[in-house]
């Protein structure tokens, strides 16, 4: 069982990245997924979260600027997102929730985390 996430990169404020996050040894969609961030020294913040049945949450810091979506076909997850600021660098955590949990932003309620993938956002 695995989650490998890419994509992460340098870029401007103002501009867009595309998160991948890959999953291996079961069937993404029958689990809630979720991004987390974190930066040194603080908690891992929950970010976007999509359900078994497509729903989504979002955290109100990313709201109208980040989407989920997924891939069933690709057994991938993706975070879309546009108009960043410096406040959005961070090390994104790709996760699966624990069955039945759905779509809440507790730590504790995820059983499998990719490796992270570092964003960051500077001129």
């Known amino acids: 069982l695995k989650l490998v996430e890419s994509g992460g990169g340098l870029v401007q404020p103002g501009g867009s990245l595309r998160l991948s996050c890959a999953a291996s040894g079961f069937t993404l969609h029958y689990y809630s997924m979720a991004w987390f961030r974190q930066v040194p020294g603080k908690e891992r913040e929950g970010v976007l979260c999509?359900?078994?049945?497509?729903?989504?949450d979002y955290a109100d810091s990313v709201k109208g600027r980040f989407t989920i979506s997924r891939d069933i076909a690709k057994n991938t997850v993706y975070l879309q997102m546009n108009s960043l600021t410096p406040e959005d660098t961070a090390l994104y955590y790709c996760?699966?929730?624990?069955?039945?949990?759905?779509?809440?932003?507790?730590?504790?309620?995820?059983?499998?985390w990719g490796q992270g993938t570092q964003v960051t956002v500077s001129s």
């Open positions: 999509i359900s078994t049945s497509g729903t989504t």
């Open positions: 996760s699966r929730s624990m069955p039945s949990t759905g779509c809440r932003f507790d730590t504790r309620l995820y059983d499998n």
